[in-house]
């Protein structure tokens, strides 16, 4: 199988966990757009969702699915998203895709996180992927500042707004051994929205396409 075939395959997969007359917590990326797809043939057994980007409520629109107001919504029984990394803690990198804070809003309702990968995001230790840092534009360059302080090398990225219309900047070379510590340092940075380590709040469980198949880590 290829990665396209693995995201498809991990995607489809995680529509088990979706249960008649909910509302879906969706996530973000090219992996997501997969379940969105297969989530618009169950479209009729469940209530609608809330999205996580203006990419995915896009989406589940044009597929006829609706889309709630977070606001509106007291609990989510499920929420479903892709990862740049994941650890065996299940601990992840996520904000490839510049959605991390509303990504993060979303999967801290939802009662489970069900992250959805190929093979190639599974890694022994959170790192390799840039950590993607949401920031107040005002504090691009007080924040990288600050990051450097901690060991890693800031990159703007370029040409990039959030939906929330911050600046995203992408952390090289963090040496990431406690991502939960890591992950309430960085947030507590004055300008930081949020950062894109999901450790504090991790996957429940992590579904995984390779070579064989899908495989779930609970
Ligand atoms: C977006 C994300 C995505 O979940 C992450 O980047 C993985 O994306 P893809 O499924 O396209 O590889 O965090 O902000």
Do not use: W
Request: overall charge negative.
């Amino acid at each position: 199988m290829d990665q396209n075939q693995k995201k498809e395959a991990v995607a489809k997969a995680a529509l088990q966990f979706v249960k008649p007359d909910t509302i879906v917590g969706v996530g973000t990326g090219s992996t997501v757009n997969y379940f969105i797809d297969g989530l618009a043939d169950m479209k009729n057994d469940i209530i609608g969702a809330v999205s996580s980007s203006n990419a995915s409520t896009e989406r589940l629109k044009k597929h006829g699915i609706q889309v709630f107001d977070l606001n509106e919504v007291d609990d989510l029984d499920v929420y479903i998203d892709g990862a740049d990394e994941v650890t065996e803690h299940k601990h992840m990198i996520k904000g490839g895709g510049a959605a991390l804070t509303q990504e993060k809003i979303v999967s801290a309702v939802a009662r489970q996180f069900i992250c959805i990968v190929d093979d190639s995001k599974r890694v022994p230790m959170l790192g390799k992927f840039p950590l993607p840092v949401e920031v107040i534009p005002m504090a691009r360059s007080y924040v990288a500042r600050e990051l450097v302080k901690l060991g890693g090398d800031p990159v703007y990225r370029q040409g990039v707004t959030t939906d929330n219309g911050n600046v995203i900047l992408d952390v090289h070379n963090l040496e990431i051994l406690n991502p939960r510590e890591l992950e309430a340092q960085i947030n507590n940075l004055a300008g930081v929205v949020t950062n894109g380590l999901f450790a504090m709040r991790g996957a429940n469980v992590v579904l995984c396409a390779d070579d064989n198949g899908v495989n779930q880590y609970d």
